[in-house]
Each structure stands twice: as structure tokens, then as C-alpha cells.
């Protein structure tokens, strides 16, 4: 059922469109103006199709800004230099794990190595930091590292144990899981272009299911 909006939503959108729309606008601009549309709803129908349709995004930019912008500005009114561009922004929020002490805490460490941190950066200060507990009711299954065994409790996992680092790619895929429940937790109507995703990663998982056996 589509939710027609009022005249002065109409306004409020409208504004918050301009600011996406101008480019020169910058990351965090733009997906605050996004998360502004989102949380009052200055939508008709569903936020990923209107979104995707009207600024010519994929559903997966669209988040990307939000959760960048969303970072980035929890690290600024901590009183920390803003992320140089929105792929660092997002790392902060990825290995930040939503939580903006953890990304506060992350950045000061990042901005105390540079002026200006890269996701280089930060990714080696996450493997260096004990890994933090992550939840998950399915089977243990058991993933090595380069030093040492942790245990991913099902896809987005709870890392229990002894494990101290993980390396980098174990980052990305927790991440990719991490990711993945949150559309599943999300009221959002998934678009019907979504199960090509879908389907690529069904296929990706069993590769690395027959990597792991063998």
C-alpha cells in the first residue's frame, strides 16, 4: 500500500532531494539527506525502490552513504577530524560494528598513526584488538587464522574463544554476514532484483563450503 504524502512532506522531501541531487554536496551530506528521508518517511511506496529510482542509485550505494554519513558524523561531534572519503567513513562504521564508542575509540587510534587514516589503517588496528563476541544460535563451525582458531557460531556468528587476531578477509566475510542480517531484520521490502544477489551468494557459499571440506 503506497503512503501518499502531504504538502509539506512534499517540502521537506523536496529539500532533502536538492541535497543528494547536488553532488558538490559530499558524503556526508548526501547520506544524512538520505537518512532523513527514511526516518520521517518522505517517501511514497518503499524507501530501496523510491531511493534507487529517483537518484539513480543501486539499493547497496544508497546504504553505503547512509551508514558512511551516519559514522562519520558520530566521529565529528565526538570532536574528531572527519573521514576523507566515504569508503573510509564506511570501513569506520563496518569494523565499528554500529556501536559509535567502538567507532570513536577506532578513529582516535586511527587519527593518532595519521592525520589523514586509510582503510589500511584501520584494518590493521582491528586485527591487532582482541575480536569482540558476535551472536548467532546456529552450529559452530571452526575458522582458522593466521594465528590462532576461533569458533562463527552460524553466518553472522559470535566469535568465541581464545582467537586474538583474524585476518583480513575473515573480517570481510563477517561483515558481508553482518550485512546480510540486517536486510533480514530490515521492515524494508526487499526489490525483485534482489534475488540475482540472492543467487550469487548461494553460489559463493557453496564454493567456499567445498573450499572448507576439502
Known amino acids: ?8 512532506q512534499k517540502k521537506k522531501a523536496r529539500k532533502q532531494e536538492k541535497i543528494i541531487d547536488n553532488k558538490l554536496s559530499g558524503y556526508v551530506a548526501i547520506g544524512l539527506a538520505l537518512v532523513k528521508i527514511q526516518d520521517d518517511k518522505l517517501y ?3 524507501f530501496v525502490e523510491y531511493a534507487t529510482a529517483r537518484f539513480d542509485m543501486k539499493w547497496n550505494e544508497v546504504y553505503r552513504y547512509m551508514r558512511a554519513a ?8 565526538a570532536g574528531l577530524a572527519l573521514p576523507r572519503n566515504i569508503g573510509v567513513a564506511h570501513r569506520v562504521h563496518e569494523l565499528g560494528k554500529d556501536d559509535p564508542a567502538e567507532q570513536i575509540e577506532l578513529w582516535k587510534s586511527a587519527l593518532e598513526i595519521s592525520k589523514k587514516p586509510t582503510i589500511a589503517i584501520l584494518n590493521d588496528l582491528v586485527q591487532e584488538s582482541e575480536v569482540e563476541e558476535i551472536e548467532e544460535p546456529h552450529k559452530p ?4 587464522t593466521e ?3 576461533g569458533k562463527i557460531v552460524g553466518g ?3 566469535i568465541i574463544g581464545t582467537s586474538k587476531t583474524f585476518d583480513t578477509k575473515t573480517f570481510k566475510l563477517l561483515t558481508v554476514c553482518k550485512t546480510l ?3 533480514v531484520d530490515s521492515s524494508d521490502v526487499l526489490p525483485p532484483s534482489f534475488m540475482q544477489e540472492l543467487e550469487q551468494i548461494e553460489t559463493l557459499c557453496k564454493k567456499l563450503r567445498s573450499k572448507i571440506a576439502a
Do not use: C, Y
Open 1 to 8: 500500500m503506497s503512503n501518499f504524502l502531504t504538502a509539506e
Open 181 to 183: 542480517q540486517e536486510f
Open 70 to 77: 551516519i559514522a562519520a558524523k558520530n566521529l565529528v561531534d
Open 44 to 46: 511514497e511506496g518503499k
Open 147 to 149: 594465528s590462532s582458531e
Open 141 to 144: 563451525v571452526e575458522l582458522k
Open 156 to 158: 553472522v556468528g559470535r
